[in-house]
């Protein structure tokens, strides 16, 4: 049975016959509709021009209200099915013919002549790439609560009207930074709401803005080695020098970073203290204090990454709280613990460069989106989020114990275990970059040493992510890539110790 009576000369088909609202469905009657229109439209292939019942007729003959039939409407033009010409009533649009499927190689990914930074990022935000925690950032989002996002935001939605359609604050919401002020009080950092708290559109975007602000083109940065490698090439593009230092469980090599610092008078050290990413170390409370001695005898401000100090089990050593924001900047975010589209970051500094910061904030983009600063308030002030850290630590840690006892027996070592966090900082034995690649011609995401080095030289270093605990695709890839001594047994130490 036809919904529509094509008829020539763009003349009005006829309306729906035999379809019923369902009124006990969980899907509304607004998409019931939409989809019996779309569904119809498709399979019988109507003519471009053909013109849809009014939506008076429409609303009689399906038995639903007007308001069901205006909204169902809209969203076939939304669609792109439809479209609407004020006074004359809802078309048949004309379709193209659909896009060829863009062919990615096995598994999604492309295989690259160089893994580059570049690669690794577009291949880590793609939808979907199987065995893709290997070189993954980000936590499974079985892993968080998206009930407890998705609550807060419902919570907001309720509370606010006219303040969802306005700019926000140009330092960000008042009563999230009166939250992150109390949070960083609590761990012994002096930030006030309003003169030393900023926020920002995640960690990335507070790190560009200090960046934007106190570099220059022809200026050294001190940045560790091993680091995250994101940065390495934004620093660049502000033409600053990019020098690494070597980092160890403890901390930063302090001889080598005082050498760097003498011959090269550096403007910044960027440091990730806690939960280090890659190798999942903390600073020491001995390398803590030498890092700000160096920084006052040498006079360079130290940028501290705290963008995985939450799955710390306590009690880290933060360079912020010993400095009390004189030569420290603290950058932090949310992304990681609640969820990586919660775009929300902050920055905690004296108050003359938060100052300087906040306009910049305000020059590059205006203002953060206060949707996303509100939804976090609302997780920080019902009091659920503490429980929610310890739940996702709890995670991560049995699944990095986890990983390293499967890794060891496929002839991997990691020298020093990571204390905490998401990642494994191992070595392979060959060129790590080459051993990517193959990884890709098999749908596995590898991020090679190389990247994690400013001087980009090869490497035997691999970073893993705990999160492929579940992925068993991708073990039984590694296993084949590592070769004939990869054992499926469990025996053996969980990591070699230097």
């Known amino acids: 049975m036809t919904v529509f009576s094509e008829l020539p000369g763009g003349a009005t088909a006829g309306p729906p016959a035999g379809w019923q609202p369902v009124r006990e469905s969980d899907a509304t009657l607004v998409s019931q509709l939409a989809d019996d229109l779309a569904r119809r439209i498709d399979e019988q292939g109507m003519r471009p021009g053909t013109r849809l019942p009014s939506i008076r007729r429409m609303a009689e003959q399906a038995g639903v209200s007007r308001f069901t039939v205006v909204e169902a409407y809209d969203r076939l033009v939304a669609r792109g099915l439809v479209q609407s010409r004020r006074g004359a009533g809802f078309f048949v649009r004309a379709r193209s013919n659909p896009l060829a499927p863009v062919n990615r190689g096995a598994g999604g990914l492309t295989v690259p002549a160089r893994v580059d930074v570049a690669w690794l990022l577009r291949s880590m935000f793609r939808d979907s790439v199987p065995g893709s925690p290997g070189g993954a950032g980000l936590l499974p989002a079985d892993w968080l609560d998206p009930d407890l ?223 996303g600063e509100r939804v976090v308030h609302r997780v920080l002030m019902d009091g659920q989020y503490r429980r929610h850290v310890d739940r996702v630590r709890q995670r991560v840690d049995e699944a990095r114990r986890e990983c390293l006892r499967r890794l060891q027996p496929l002839g991997l070592t990691v020298e020093h275990e990571p204390q905490a966090g998401m990642f494994i900082w191992a070595d392979c034995g060959r060129d790590s970059e080459a051993l990517a690649r193959q990884a890709a011609d098999r749908g596995m995401l590898l991020a090679p040493g190389t990247l994690f080095s400013p001087a980009q030289q090869p490497s035997r270093m691999l970073r893993f992510s705990v999160a492929m605990v579940d992925a068993p695709q991708a073990w039984d890839i590694l296993r084949d890539l590592m070769g004939p001594g990869s054992a499926r047994n469990d025996a053996g130490p969980l990591y070699s110790q230097a």
């Not at 200090?210 to 940045?223: C, F, Q, S």
């Not at 490698?229 to 600053?240: P, S």
């Not at 040498?298 to 004189?326: C, I, K, Q, S, W």
Request: proline share 5%; hydrophobic share 45%.
């Open 149 to 371: 996002v998705a609550g807060a935001i419902r919570a907001v939605g309720r509370s606010v009207r006219q303040q969802l359609v306005s700019y926000g604050s140009q330092q960000g919401y008042l009563p999230l930074r009166q939250q992150l002020a109390s949070m960083l009080q609590g761990e012994g950092i002096p930030a006030h709401p309003e003169l030393h708290l900023l926020t920002t559109n995640g960690v990335t975007h507070g790190l560009d803005l200090i960046a934007r602000l106190l570099v220059k083109p022809g200026d050294t940065v001190l940045v560790e080695d091993p680091a995250w490698f994101v940065f390495f090439g934004r620093l660049a593009t502000f033409g600053a020098r990019v020098i690494g230092v070597p980092r160890g469980p403890d901390g930063p090599d302090l001889a080598r970073l005082e050498r760097l610092a003498a011959e090269h008078k550096p403007r910044l050290f960027i440091i990730n203290s806690v939960v280090h990413n890659p190798t999942g170390h903390s600073l020491s409370a001995g390398s803590a204090y030498g890092v700000l001695r160096l920084a006052e005898k040498h006079d360079f401000m130290v940028v501290e990454d705290d963008t995985y100090g939450e799955l710390h089990p306590g009690g880290a050593m933060r360079l912020a709280a010993l400095d009390r924001l004189n030569r420290v900047i603290l950058v932090g975010g949310f992304s990681k613990i609640l969820a990586a589209s919660l775009r929300v970051g902050y920055v905690a500094a004296r108050s003359d460069i938060l100052q300087s910061l906040a306009d910049l904030k305000m020059l590059a983009g205006l203002t953060s989106p206060e949707l």
